[in-house]
């Protein structure tokens, strides 16, 4: 079945660093992608997306870079900064109509200062 | 301002009781979506709703009732049939055609 998996349940950087985050998912049918921030007792916050028309997209100091080849998404965030500790999901639209979004497991981000 | 509104934040629920959660939007959205999370876990699909008087099952829908009887309310019963309900949930809407959701802000139930 569909799966949207991360590499690396934790990761932590240093203020100021720059991250990265990854994503691997299975469905090659999957025509849209997000990435959802969400702090400890709180719900999911929209980050940015991506089309599967496109293999990059820019927003306020993050980056969605999408390898359709590999099935593979990652979250480039520029300048790490301590409010950005949080756990990050990344979530597919398989297609098929229903817009139903399959999320992964999450990556935990942690900044050390 | 618009948004979505989850209550309670915390619940507690003897166990054979029912309870429900209670969601409210005031976006407009056509959908509406509730979401269960574990801890270390992603977020996975109880019951949706694309439309009012209409809802589908998602993949956990087991010992869940909804009901959407009006576009901006989705409850959601979680009933003595739901054997581990200690958990987070979450609500969320969209627009149809439209890509991501808008989150609630959760409600945490434990069985005490």
């Known amino acids: 079945g569909e799966s949207v998996g991360l590499h690396l349940p934790t990761l932590s950087v240093q203020e100021g660093d720059n991250s990265i985050i990854n994503c691997a998912y299975s469905n090659s049918a999957s025509d849209y992608f997000i990435w959802y921030k969400q702090e400890s007792g709180k719900g999911p916050q929209f980050i940015i997306d991506?089309?599967?028309?496109?293999d990059k997209r820019q927003g306020q100091r993050v980056t969605v870079l999408l390898n359709k080849t590999v099935k593979h998404l990652s979250l480039q965030i520029a300048a790490t900064q301590p409010g950005d500790s949080a756990v990050y999901f990344c979530?597919?639209?398989?297609?098929?109509?229903?817009?139903?979004?399959?999320f992964g497991t999450g990556t935990q981000l942690k900044v050390e200062l | 301002d618009g948004g979505i509104t989850q209550s309670p934040k915390y619940l507690f629920r003897k166990e054979g009781q029912n309870v429900t959660l209670s969601c409210e939007q005031n976006l407009n959205h056509d959908a509406m979506y509730w979401y269960r999370q574990d801890p270390g876990q992603g977020l996975r699909l109880i019951y949706y709703s694309q439309i009012v008087n209409d809802f589908q099952k998602g993949d956990i829908a087991e010992g869940y009732s909804v009901s959407r009887e009006k576009k901006e309310s989705f409850p959601l019963t979680v009933t003595s049939a739901q054997k581990n309900p200690t958990a987070f949930y979450l609500c969320a809407s969209n627009q149809q055609g439209a890509g991501g959701y808008t989150f609630g802000s959760g409600t945490r139930l434990t069985v005490v």
């Open positions: 979530a597919e639209n398989g297609g098929g109509g229903e817009n139903k979004l399959t």
């Open positions: 991506i089309r599967s028309n496109m």
